[in-house]
Protein backbone atom coordinates (compact mmCIF):
# COMPACT_ATOMS: atom_id res chain seq x y z
CA UNK A 1 0.00 0.00 0.00
CA UNK A 2 1.60 3.11 -1.10
CA UNK A 3 1.98 6.46 0.94
CA UNK A 4 1.00 9.20 -1.24
CA UNK A 5 1.96 12.59 0.63
CA UNK A 6 -0.18 15.93 0.51
CA UNK A 7 1.16 19.45 1.18
CA UNK A 8 -0.46 20.73 4.39
CA UNK A 9 0.45 24.55 5.87
CA UNK A 10 -0.42 26.55 8.80
CA UNK A 11 0.70 28.07 12.31
CA UNK A 12 0.49 24.11 13.31
CA UNK A 13 3.31 22.93 11.21
CA UNK A 14 5.30 26.30 11.59
CA UNK A 15 4.86 25.21 15.71
CA UNK A 16 5.82 21.93 14.60
CA UNK A 17 8.76 22.52 12.67
CA UNK A 18 10.40 24.73 15.65
CA UNK A 19 10.03 22.79 18.03
CA UNK A 20 11.54 19.88 15.88
CA UNK A 21 14.67 22.16 15.44
CA UNK A 22 14.76 23.15 19.30
CA UNK A 23 14.91 19.59 20.00
CA UNK A 24 17.38 18.30 17.46
CA UNK A 25 19.75 21.43 18.73
CA UNK A 26 19.45 20.11 22.02
CA UNK A 27 20.32 16.26 21.32
CA UNK A 28 23.14 17.59 19.48
CA UNK A 29 24.51 19.76 22.30
CA UNK A 30 23.78 16.91 24.36
CA UNK A 31 25.36 14.82 22.27
CA UNK A 32 28.71 16.28 22.18
CA UNK A 33 28.52 16.97 26.20
CA UNK A 34 27.89 13.73 26.59
CA UNK A 35 30.77 12.04 23.59
CA UNK A 36 33.45 14.63 25.29
CA UNK A 37 33.04 13.06 28.68
CA UNK A 38 31.89 16.42 30.39
CA UNK A 39 28.73 15.09 31.55
CA UNK A 40 30.36 12.22 33.12
CA UNK A 41 30.72 12.93 36.94
CA UNK A 42 27.47 14.24 37.17
CA UNK A 43 25.82 11.09 35.05
CA UNK A 44 27.62 9.09 38.29
CA UNK A 45 26.49 11.34 41.02
CA UNK A 46 23.04 11.32 39.81
CA UNK A 47 23.59 7.65 39.54
CA UNK A 48 24.57 7.04 43.47
CA UNK A 49 21.91 9.31 44.36
CA UNK A 50 19.49 7.36 42.78
CA UNK A 51 20.79 4.13 43.81
CA UNK A 52 21.81 4.62 47.67
CA UNK A 53 18.37 3.70 49.52
CA UNK A 54 18.30 -0.09 48.15
CA UNK A 55 15.10 -2.27 49.27
CA UNK A 56 13.94 -5.52 48.10
CA UNK A 57 10.55 -3.76 47.23
CA UNK A 58 12.48 -1.26 45.27
CA UNK A 59 14.05 -3.84 43.42
CA UNK A 60 11.00 -6.04 42.50
CA UNK A 61 9.03 -2.56 41.29
CA UNK A 62 12.23 -1.90 39.21
CA UNK A 63 12.32 -5.67 37.63
CA UNK A 64 9.15 -5.22 37.01
CA UNK A 65 9.33 -2.01 34.97
CA UNK A 66 12.25 -2.35 32.83
CA UNK A 67 10.79 -5.71 31.72
CA UNK A 68 7.27 -3.53 30.73
CA UNK A 69 9.87 -1.70 28.27
CA UNK A 70 11.66 -4.53 27.17
CA UNK A 71 11.52 -5.29 23.10
CA UNK A 72 9.15 -8.59 23.21
CA UNK A 73 6.52 -5.78 25.17
CA UNK A 74 7.01 -3.27 22.84
CA UNK A 75 6.62 -5.56 20.08
CA UNK A 76 3.55 -7.30 21.26
CA UNK A 77 1.90 -3.50 21.91
CA UNK A 78 2.92 -2.70 18.17
CA UNK A 79 1.32 -6.02 16.99
CA UNK A 80 -1.89 -5.61 18.42
CA UNK A 81 -2.24 -2.11 17.44
CA UNK A 82 -1.57 -3.16 14.07
CA UNK A 83 -4.18 -5.57 14.30
CA UNK A 84 -6.49 -3.11 15.66
CA UNK A 85 -5.93 -0.16 13.45
CA UNK A 86 -6.29 -2.75 10.65
CA UNK A 87 -9.59 -4.39 12.15
CA UNK A 88 -11.03 -0.73 12.31
CA UNK A 89 -9.85 0.18 8.50
CA UNK A 90 -7.16 2.91 9.98
CA UNK A 91 -4.90 1.89 7.04
CA UNK A 92 -3.02 5.02 7.28
CA UNK A 93 -2.50 4.96 11.33
CA UNK A 94 -1.49 1.55 10.77
CA UNK A 95 1.18 2.71 8.35
CA UNK A 96 2.51 5.42 10.21
CA UNK A 97 3.01 3.06 13.42
CA UNK A 98 4.32 0.46 11.45
CA UNK A 99 6.67 3.09 9.56
CA UNK A 100 7.69 4.49 12.85
CA UNK A 101 8.01 1.13 14.80
CA UNK A 102 10.72 0.26 12.49
CA UNK A 103 12.44 3.27 12.04
CA UNK A 104 13.11 4.04 15.88
CA UNK A 105 14.74 0.64 16.01
CA UNK A 106 16.85 0.92 13.47
CA UNK A 107 17.76 4.26 14.02
CA UNK A 108 18.93 3.17 17.97
CA UNK A 109 19.92 -0.35 17.74
CA UNK A 110 21.74 0.31 14.30
CA UNK A 111 22.68 3.94 13.84
CA UNK A 112 23.23 5.78 16.96
CA UNK A 113 24.43 3.73 19.78
CA UNK A 114 26.93 2.00 17.86
CA UNK A 115 28.03 5.11 16.23
CA UNK A 116 28.03 6.67 20.07
CA UNK A 117 29.38 3.51 21.39
CA UNK A 118 29.00 5.11 25.07
CA UNK A 119 29.86 2.37 28.04
CA UNK A 120 26.73 1.42 30.23
CA UNK A 121 27.27 1.46 33.93
CA UNK A 122 29.13 -1.72 36.07
CA UNK A 123 28.18 -4.10 36.83
CA UNK A 124 24.93 -3.99 35.86
CA UNK A 125 22.09 -6.00 38.10
CA UNK A 126 20.54 -7.43 35.17
CA UNK A 127 22.05 -9.30 31.83
CA UNK A 128 22.10 -6.60 29.28
CA UNK A 129 24.13 -6.02 26.19
CA UNK A 130 25.05 -3.08 23.63
CA UNK A 131 25.64 0.45 24.30
CA UNK A 132 23.74 2.83 25.98
CA UNK A 133 23.14 5.61 24.61
CA UNK A 134 20.51 6.90 24.13
CA UNK A 135 18.22 4.45 25.74
CA UNK A 136 16.21 2.36 23.14
CA UNK A 137 13.75 1.32 26.34
CA UNK A 138 13.09 5.09 26.81
CA UNK A 139 12.99 6.64 22.99
CA UNK A 140 11.37 3.29 21.75
CA UNK A 141 8.39 3.32 24.26
CA UNK A 142 7.72 6.55 24.78
CA UNK A 143 7.21 7.47 20.87
CA UNK A 144 4.80 4.39 20.77
CA UNK A 145 2.78 5.46 23.70
CA UNK A 146 2.71 8.77 22.50
CA UNK A 147 1.69 8.10 19.42
CA UNK A 148 -1.15 5.78 20.59
CA UNK A 149 -2.56 8.22 23.12
CA UNK A 150 -2.60 11.09 20.07
CA UNK A 151 -4.89 8.58 17.77
CA UNK A 152 -6.78 7.75 21.17
CA UNK A 153 -7.30 11.22 21.63
CA UNK A 154 -8.27 12.14 18.48
CA UNK A 155 -11.19 9.71 18.31
CA UNK A 156 -11.83 9.63 22.03
CA UNK A 157 -10.83 13.56 23.43
CA UNK A 158 -11.69 13.14 27.22
CA UNK A 159 -8.93 10.42 27.24
CA UNK A 160 -6.52 12.30 25.58
CA UNK A 161 -4.46 13.93 28.51
CA UNK A 162 -5.41 11.22 30.29
CA UNK A 163 -3.28 8.51 28.28
CA UNK A 164 -0.07 11.12 27.91
CA UNK A 165 -0.33 11.42 31.82
CA UNK A 166 0.02 7.90 32.27
CA UNK A 167 2.10 6.84 29.18
CA UNK A 168 4.88 9.66 30.56
CA UNK A 169 4.72 7.90 34.17
CA UNK A 170 4.96 4.52 32.65
CA UNK A 171 8.06 4.88 30.73
CA UNK A 172 9.41 7.44 33.54
CA UNK A 173 9.13 4.24 36.01
CA UNK A 174 10.86 2.63 33.15
CA UNK A 175 13.70 4.99 33.44
CA UNK A 176 14.36 5.11 36.84
CA UNK A 177 14.44 1.40 36.60
CA UNK A 178 17.21 1.34 34.03
CA UNK A 179 19.13 3.79 36.35
CA UNK A 180 18.43 1.56 39.71
CA UNK A 181 19.49 -1.72 37.96
CA UNK A 182 22.49 0.26 36.70
CA UNK A 183 22.21 -0.16 32.93
CA UNK A 184 22.13 3.40 32.01
CA UNK A 185 23.60 6.71 32.72
CA UNK A 186 20.87 9.80 33.48
CA UNK A 187 21.62 11.30 29.70
CA UNK A 188 20.82 8.07 28.16
CA UNK A 189 17.32 8.84 28.85
CA UNK A 190 17.71 12.67 28.06
CA UNK A 191 19.13 11.57 24.96
CA UNK A 192 16.38 8.67 24.41
CA UNK A 193 13.51 11.47 25.27
CA UNK A 194 14.78 13.79 22.36
CA UNK A 195 14.54 11.17 19.95
CA UNK A 196 11.35 9.98 21.49
CA UNK A 197 9.53 13.57 20.82
CA UNK A 198 11.32 13.83 17.35
CA UNK A 199 9.66 10.31 16.27
CA UNK A 200 6.62 11.01 17.71
CA UNK A 201 6.53 14.70 16.26
CA UNK A 202 7.79 12.80 12.55
CA UNK A 203 4.76 10.56 13.32
CA UNK A 204 2.31 13.47 13.56
CA UNK A 205 3.75 15.39 10.19
CA UNK A 206 2.99 12.03 8.68
CA UNK A 207 -0.02 11.23 9.36
CA UNK A 208 -1.29 14.81 8.94
CA UNK A 209 0.59 14.77 5.26
CA UNK A 210 -1.59 11.51 4.31
CA UNK A 211 -4.62 11.96 6.26
CA UNK A 212 -6.57 15.36 6.21
CA UNK A 213 -8.71 14.89 9.53
CA UNK A 214 -5.71 15.35 11.56
CA UNK A 215 -4.90 17.89 9.95
CA UNK A 216 -6.41 20.48 12.55
CA UNK A 217 -5.97 18.11 15.61
Known sequence: ??????????????STVITVITILLFFIALTVAVVSGSLDAWDATFLEWVRQTEHPSLMFLARVSYFTGEAEVAVFVVIAGLIFLCWKRYWQEAQVLAISALGVLILIDQILKPWFGRIRPAPGLIDVHGKSYPSG???????????????????????????????TILVALMG?????LNIHWVTDLIGGVCVAYLGFLFCVILLKSISKKYRNF
Open 1 to 14: MKIKLKQYTGNGLN
Open 176 to 180: WASIY
Open 137 to 167: HVSGNLMLYLYLSYLVAFHFPKWGTFLYIIS
